[in-house]
């Protein structure tokens, strides 16, 4: 579907401009790559494009409230867009509808980028023109998806946030925006049915509201107030009564956690996500009369993740963790049956062709009748709609099954760091290819993030090895997940355990024998492009070649330049240190790759949106300057329309294809070369 205009572009090419840009593709130089090449074990070489603009995407269904309908993400014109019909053939005749939305804010960064209103009918999506972030939400009629949509945040340079859905059958939302002052983010109601938005709450110099959250009666319920004009300050949870004023709940201390996922005024009680008291985030569900908290569900090696509710109110049905792969807990038996009897309808239809990683729901009716599951084997994820009243199942995303030995198993591994500290990460290893392998060490961004188990499918992980690559990916010390011990293993040790992990990470693939120690790459973006610089300047590995995505080259800059909505600075102040006093400054400049850049002497490419504001453009520009002031290998990628996530689908065909050629020209691996689609204009 990434439509009819590519698919013009592939027919007028002809097969002579096809056999042409075939040539441009690069054999594989690294020994143990030539060998499985020449003896026929490498798998077929995979297009950049099939990762980056697959013509027949479809994913992301969201059913509406009333179980009637079904919205997706898929190819709208030459962009992403949006897709809405009917959930199944008995509930109405109307045609699919397209909306072009073009591509949508970054998923997660404010909450959710696409949702059904509570009318079934009305749709609120959210854009990030520029990618800095100031994210605004339009609102189109389901009934009419060509009409122009209702622009509901029109206010420059501002950025709004989902919080919740609003009164059943209502057109209503709620969201939260710092429109008024730059820093604090005001709780607003918008209305689909008049095109009004109003003023629920607000952040002001006295509350220092920091979240909202509604409650289950579709009210404001409950908020998180900084106890304090500086961040690192306690944080008061407080309900709200019904005469409007506030009772303090929990007093949280600044580096805890106790966030509410829901609160039901009917029957009296929360449900929250705490570390409070222990190491790992629990789920924990409060009394409110009695004040009284229960443990429901904890993990002993991870943090939880996540917790699934009924739509329409009452106590959690699931809750998820990721110790290696993804594990589901049902502590509603029955539904975790209906799922697993799903699971087994979808492998005998041969929908999957092996039994499911993990199964669980992604979206639900308000009655919860009908839902949505999502199925992940080894090789394909596949979402399918239950009707739980008849039993019904339908499958709904098209098949992205790969060809059996296309791609390979992300495999969960463990290693004991020098000063004993258990560190846990991922090998992906190239089909095909026997003995030490080129590797490329993906590092990710935070620090207070992790790398999570993906299938083998169609990910830039298996871009890698599918061009004859192991991936190595660690979740070193100040990683998220393992709990606050783990993450205050980090402090302070940025630019020296936490890099020491990766590089003994790297060790272990080469003790393994499944990485070549002579021809390693590194690649990160944010936090993991500073780790990408570190890592080519401290030498912990014989390095060839580094990618560095909107990575930091200065942390005094990039502190003193945050994003003015950021409540975190007291992470970073642990972490980094205080750049406000002089020796700790001093200190993080000399640990900044910008005063070390003389030390990389290898090939780099750095890459970067203009519009970045959690770290400044200027970062990478300095980089790339100073190298080559000094006569070293760089290239420098630079997206105007970008900020500190690579969003449209044809820079983001730039940026791998420029990372798959550096990789052939220093490890040794196969390059697609010249990709069709980057001849479509934009």
């Given amino acids: 579907m990434l439509l009819p205009a590519l698919r013009r572009l592939a027919v007028l090419a002809g097969s002579v401009v096809l056999l042409a840009l075939a040539g441009c593709a690069t054999a594989p130089r690294h020994p143990a790559v030539q060998a499985a090449a020449s003896e026929g074990r490498l798998p077929p070489l995979v297009p950049m494009r099939r990762f980056v603009a697959d013509l027949d995407f479809a994913d992301g269904h969201i059913v509406s409230p009333d179980g009637r309908r079904l919205l997706w993400r898929q190819v709208v014109g030459t962009d992403i867009g949006l897709a809405v019909r009917p959930a199944l053939s008995e509930d109405g005749a109307a045609a699919p509808g397209r909306i072009p939305t073009g591509t949508l804010a970054r998923p997660g960064a404010s909450g959710a980028t696409y949702a059904w209103l509570p009318d079934s009918r009305h749709i609120a999506y959210q854009k990030d023109f520029r990618g800095d972030e100031n994210t605004q939400f339009f609102v189109v009629d389901a009934d009419n998806p060509e009409a122009s949509p209702w622009a509901v945040t029109p206010w420059p340079g501002v950025r709004s946030t989902f919080v919740s859905r609003g009164a059943p059958g209502s057109a209503r939302f709620f969201f939260a925006s710092n429109r008024r002052e730059r820093s604090s983010m005001d709780l607003y109601e918008a209305d689909a049915a008049t095109r009004t938005v109003r003023e629920v709450a607000r952040s002001d110099a006295d509350s220092r509201v920091i979240g909202w959250l509604i409650g289950t009666d579709h009210q404001l319920a409950a908020r998180w107030r900084q106890l304090g004009d500086e961040d690192g300050r306690d944080v008061a949870v407080e309900l709200r009564l019904p005469d409007g004023e506030w009772r303090r709940l929990r007093t949280v201390p600044a580096f805890s956690f106790f966030s509410?996922?829901?609160?039901d005024p009917a029957a009296g009680r929360l449900w929250a996500m705490t570390n409070m008291g222990r190491d790992k985030v629990a789920l924990?569900?409060?009394?409110?009369?009695?004040?009284?908290?229960?443990?429901?569900?904890?993990?002993?090696?991870?943090?939880?993740?996540?917790?699934?509710?009924?739509?329409?109110?009452?106590?959690?049905?699931a809750v998820s963790a990721l110790p290696d792969l993804p594990q589901m807990r049902y502590l509603d038996t029955g539904i975790g049956a209906e799922l697993a009897r799903a699971?087994?309808?979808?492998?005998?239809?041969?929908?999957i062709d092996a039994p499911a990683v993990v199964i669980r729901p992604t979206s639900a009716a308000q009655d919860n009748q009908r839902m949505v599951l999502r199925a992940t084997t080894q090789t394909e994820a596949v979402e399918m709609l239950l009707d739980r009243t008849t039993g019904r199942l339908e499958r709904l995303t098209p098949t992205r099954r790969p060809e059996p030995g296309l791609f390979s198993p992300m495999t969960p591994f463990v290693f004991t760091a020098s000063d004993g500290l258990k560190v846990h990460g991922y090998i992906t290893r190239p089909t095909g290819v026997q003995g030490a392998a080129p590797t490329?060490?993906?590092?990710?961004?935070?620090?207070?993030?992790?790398d999570s188990w993906q299938l083998a499918g169609y990910t830039f992980t298996q871009m890698l090895a599918n061009r004859g690559y192991a991936v190595v990916q660690v979740n070193y010390r100040g990683s998220a997940g393992y709990g606050k011990a783990f993450i205050r293993a980090g402090d302070g040790e940025?630019?020296?355990?936490?890099?020491?992990d990766i590089a003994e990470a790297t060790q272990w693939a080469i003790d393994q024998g499944i990485a070549d120690p002579k021809r390693l790459a590194v690649l990160g973006a944010s936090f993991?492009?500073?780790?990408?610089?570190?890592?080519?300047i401290q030498k912990r590995q014989d390095w060839r070649c580094g990618v560095d995505m909107v990575g930091v080259a200065n942390w005094p800059r990039v502190i003193e330049n945050w994003p003015p909505f950021w409540r975190n600075r007291h992470y970073f102040a642990r972490t980094f240190g205080d750049v406000n006093d002089p020796a700790q400054r001093a200190r993080m400049l000399a640990n900044s790759p910008i005063t070390q850049i003389?030390?990389?002497?290898?090939?780099l490419l750095v890459v970067h949106g203009d519009n970045d504001v959690r770290v400044l453009r200027q970062d990478s520009d300095e980089v790339v300057d100073a190298l080559r002031a000094l006569g070293r290998p760089v290239t420098h990628l630079r997206f105007a329309n970008e900020g500190h996530q690579v969003r449209h689908w044809r820079n983001r065909l730039a940026m791998w294809r420029?990372?798959?050629?550096?990789?052939?020209?220093?490890?040794?691996?196969?390059?697609g070369g010249f990709d069709l689609f980057e001849l479509v204009p934009r």
């Fill in 494 to 500: 940025y630019n020296g355990r936490m890099q020491q």
């Fill in 528 to 536: 993991g492009g500073f780790s990408v610089l570190a890592q080519l």
């Fill in 440 to 450: 490329v060490v993906a590092i990710h961004g935070g620090p207070w993030a992790r």
């Fill in 284 to 317: 924990v569900e409060l009394d409110l009369s009695a004040d009284r908290e229960t443990v429901l569900a904890e993990h002993a090696e991870v943090d939880l993740e996540g917790a699934w509710f009924p739509p329409a109110g009452g106590a959690p049905y």
């Fill in 260 to 263: 509410i996922h829901r609160i």
């Fill in 598 to 603: 003389d030390r990389i002497d290898v090939p």
């Fill in 658 to 671: 420029a990372t798959e050629d550096m990789l052939a020209g220093c490890l040794g691996g196969r390059s």
């Fill in 343 to 351: 699971a087994d309808e979808a492998r005998a239809r041969e929908w």
